[in-house]
């Protein structure tokens, strides 16, 4: 990674999102979590909230991440090798119970998209890997390797909403049978020659390529896991602020919310008093999305949705 790239590196909606969190009075001596730590911009400006007594763990998968995090040094700071969906077992053992807050920027960094020796892009030539964690895991080279052709239209399909997976997972297959699929060049030429129509201001390799580092990285369904237990942990008023970046994880972070702001309604043939009906725990605060001014000095921003929602005490009592 050149250090100029990382010099580069913007934070997406960084105040907004820690403003969301209401780091204040009391809660600026809790214990925060953000999940991605990426390269601290989030987690600088937790901690420049934060009281003396406060805490912020911060999680990351790349070991690029985990070496920046090294320059923070802080007493109330530490980090966690290892996805946010581990946060219930990081948190057990480290003996807390609650947490005041969670922000999570999903998705993948400037610095990793930049990197071509990371594989996430067909902007720049690179082996192809995509792994948020290049020591464990399958790289998408060696996943494609094996693959079955239905799978990875499957893949295509679901995870990059690709209407032309079928003829992409062909013209992979088929490249395949006359020498292995390495380099992320290789693979854009494929889907190039696969897909027939263009996106206008889209590569066509867009949606394959996100497909791919979602499945081999099981981005989605980690969301899920550290959404159920960021909420099972989060204390009465605590926050938890969200940054999405394409349309599969913000309905999921969109569905969550809205599932835990609701209480499921009785038959209205059955007789029941409003003051007897459940009452929510979750309050939705706010959808927001980056300011013109950001999208101007980074274009990455442009797809960017920051959705925040806090946890409301149960009625008759306090967590």
Not at 174 to 181: D, H, L, M, N, T
Not at 217 to 226: D, F, R
């Amino acid at each position: 990674m050149n250090q100029l790239a990382e010099d580069l590196h913007q934070t997406v909606l960084l105040t907004e999102a820690v403003d969301a969190l209401d780091i204040t009075g009391e809660r600026a001596d809790g214990v925060y979590l953000d999940g991605t730590f990426g390269r601290g911009g989030h987690s600088r400006l937790i901690l420049e909230r934060l009281g003396a007594k406060g805490r912020l763990i911060a999680f990351d998968r790349d070991p690029a991440a985990i070496d920046a995090a090294q320059a923070v040094k802080d007493d109330r700071f530490e980090i966690v090798h290892g996805s946010f969906a581990s946060l219930e077992k990081v948190l057990d053992a480290k003996g807390v119970k609650f947490i005041d807050g969670i922000l999570l920027d999903l998705g993948i960094s400037s610095p990793q998209v930049d990197d071509p020796s990371r594989g996430f892009s067909f902007k720049h030539d690179g082996p192809l890997d995509m792994r948020m964690d290049p020591t464990s895991g399958m790289s998408v080279r060696e996943w494609l390797s094996t693959e079955t052709e239905e799978k990875i239209a499957e893949v295509i399909r679901r995870y990059g909403e690709e209407r032309f997976a079928v003829q992409i997972a062909k013209e992979i297959v088929a490249c395949r049978a006359k020498g292995a699929i390495h380099s992320t060049r290789q693979l854009a030429e494929i889907v190039a020659r696969a897909v027939k129509t263009r996106e206008k201001g889209k590569d066509p390799a867009t949606r394959t390529f996100q497909s791919f580092r979602l499945y081999v990285n099981g981005e989605l369904e980690e969301l899920e896991i550290a959404l159920d237990q960021a909420w099972e942990r989060l204390a009465v008023d605590g926050r938890m602020a969200i940054i999405s970046f394409h349309s599969l994880e913000d309905r999921i972070v969109k569905q969550f919310m809205v599932g835990h702001s609701q209480v499921e309604k009785p038959d209205r043939r059955v007789p029941v008093r409003d003051c007897d009906l459940p009452k929510p725990m979750m309050k939705i605060l706010a959808r927001i999305k980056p300011s013109e001014k950001e999208v101007v000095a980074n274009p990455r921003a442009r797809s960017a949705i920051l959705r925040v929602a806090k946890r409301i005490a149960p009625e008759g009592g306090v967590q």
